[in-house]
């Protein structure tokens, strides 16, 4: 399996294109306008805690204040809150916290006021970036995310990532981060730290030690509000999640952006870093890697799979509804199970895909086709299940219910992916229309409905606008070329000025209507 990361810089953003076998599976953008970015530490003060939410409003210097939740708050907050005004008065020198005496953890089922009060001095950060008209989801349980690990101040507790299963890889695990953390400190020790020898791992506990000490030597002298520690670029934060053995290629089409990447792959995974490559092509690197076509063929309303089968999604306030559609498929009473199941795993597939691709959240309802077999139904759940694994947001997915809906839940840290991908009508009658870059896939979705082995055909005319039949003949080898390599027919193409420029109408050698 091939993985490759695109990068393209534009002047007020960057964005990053992750392609499984060429395929589009995420697609993130960092604006440089985005000044809390999930993981950002900020020093910031309490607006006023309410009772009745359980909850506090926090100054972090956006718009709206921040949310704080009891449950958000952390076990050992007292000691934070000791840590802060000691190191804000310039008492505190030895930020390690070996030798700071911890307080007594608060009550997990008390009162907000109980422990915060207005205008208090606190070190929250973000879990939740900014997401329509609500600020963002904060918590004052700081943790310090590196390569194999997340170091947790304030805390002692050593934990493992649930994805590891081997129980002996856990307990070693456990055993060297325990011989090596720093006391004072929580340690979680991600998937990616499986197999990884104690020097690796002490290396990068060393350098999230250095990034909390650095933190706290701006303490003294910061305002309120203001960021104390910055997340990663989102280049390096996305190598930090994602990046394993199995990459192939790195493309970057800035050069300061390409060292920046260079040198983070250096640190993380030498024996890799030839992998990052300089694009210097005269075409954009998203056409380039086919991304733009993708985008514009997975961002709509409806989302295309295979031998005309497709999805269509709708989102409301609550929640995403996903429909699946089995197109012109065979409807034949002995074949109708088989091909619901087919349709529907394709389906899985393709909506694994899309969640990530516009980093979709909250409830999603799937109306997947029914199926009478018991073990379709496994089959499809342990499928979708697979398919989700790789998905880095946290999820959970409830086996079909009796009127077939599969519901998943999945968090959301960041605002959707949202990506227009209508267009002004060519003809000007106003109305928008779907991207004509999506057109020949549809011509190509009819014609393998069309050629299917149980179909007789007596040879077929595709008849369309000008401007499109000299775009499919075009070139050597030409569109119309590829579909004869690979449905071996040859498809005549008849001009036609009268047509619209989407308009297009497949016919038999007689001139009658072929419906796909």
Request: hydrophobic content about 35%; proline content about 4%; some cysteine.
């Amino acid at each position: 399996m091939n993985r490759e990361l695109i990068v393209r810089s534009t002047p007020d953003a960057v964005d990053f294109a992750l392609l499984k076998d060429g395929k589009l599976v995420e697609l993130h953008k960092e604006e440089d306008n985005n000044n809390f970015s999930v993981g950002d530490i900020f020093l910031a003060k309490i607006r006023k805690p309410v009772t009745g939410l359980n909850a506090a409003f926090v100054n972090v210097g956006y718009e709206k204040d921040a949310f704080l939740h009891y449950h958000d708050l952390g076990p050992q907050l007292s000691s934070m809150l000791k840590f802060i005004k000691q190191a804000r008065t310039g008492k505190l020198k030895d930020y390690s916290l070996k030798n700071f005496p911890f307080e007594k953890d608060i009550d997990k089922n008390g009162s907000i006021n109980d422990v915060l009060k207005a205008n208090q001095s606190l070190l929250v950060q973000i879990v939740k970036e900014p997401i329509s008209t609500k600020g963002p989801r904060i918590s004052s349980e700081l943790s310090i995310a590196g390569r194999f690990l997340v170091m947790v101040p304030f805390s002692d507790r050593v934990s493992v990532s649930q994805k590891i299963a081997s129980k002996e890889e856990k307990d070693r695990l456990i055993r060297l981060v325990k011989s090596i953390k720093p006391k004072g400190f929580g340690v979680i020790i991600r998937t990616v730290a499986e197999g990884k020898k104690v020097a690796e791992l002490d290396k990068d506990l060393q350098n999230l030690f250095s990034k909390w000490t650095n933190m706290c030597k701006k303490l003294q002298r910061a305002s309120h509000p203001s960021k104390v520690l910055v997340e990663l670029n989102r280049a390096s934060s996305i190598l930090r999640d994602v990046f394993n053995d199995s990459f192939t290629g790195i493309h970057v089409d800035e050069e300061t952006l390409y060292n920046q990447i260079k040198d983070y792959l250096h640190e993380i995974a030498p024996q890799k870093e030839s992998i990052v490559k300089l694009y210097t092509g005269s075409a954009p690197i998203f056409e380039k890697f086919g991304i733009e076509r993708q985008i514009k063929t997975s961002f709509g309303r409806t989302a295309s799979m295979s031998r005309g089968a497709y999805l269509v999604i709708e989102h409301t306030e609550a929640l995403h509804v996903i429909d699946v559609n089995s197109g012109n498929r065979s409807n034949k009473a002995k074949n109708q199970e088989d091909t619901a199941l087919e349709v529907n795993l394709l389906a899985a597939t393709e909506i694994a895909r899309q969640l990530r691709l516009r980093d979709m959240g909250g409830i999603i309802v799937v109306d997947f086709i029914d199926m009478t077999k018991g073990d379709h139904r496994r089959k499809l759940f342990d499928h979708l299940r697979d398919e989700m694994k790789d998905d880095r947001a946290k999820h959970k997915i409830l086996p079909p219910s009796k009127f077939g809906l599969v519901q998943i839940t999945r968090q959301r840290v960041r605002p959707e992916m949202n990506i227009k991908t209508s267009e002004e009508n060519p003809n000007g009658t106003g109305a928008e229309v779907e991207a004509p870059i999506v057109l020949i896939d549809k011509i190509q979705s009819d014609l393998e409905r069309i050629l299917k082995p149980d179909r007789k055909n007596n040879g077929i005319v595709l008849n369309i606008h000008p401007f499109i039949a000299a775009y499919l003949t075009k070139g050597f080898p030409s569109i119309r070329s590829k579909w004869f390599k690979t449905y071996k027919k040859w498809i005549k193409i008849q001009p036609r000025d009268a047509y619209k420029y989407l308009e297009y109408r497949f016919k038999d050698k007689d001139g009658k209507t072929i419906h796909p």
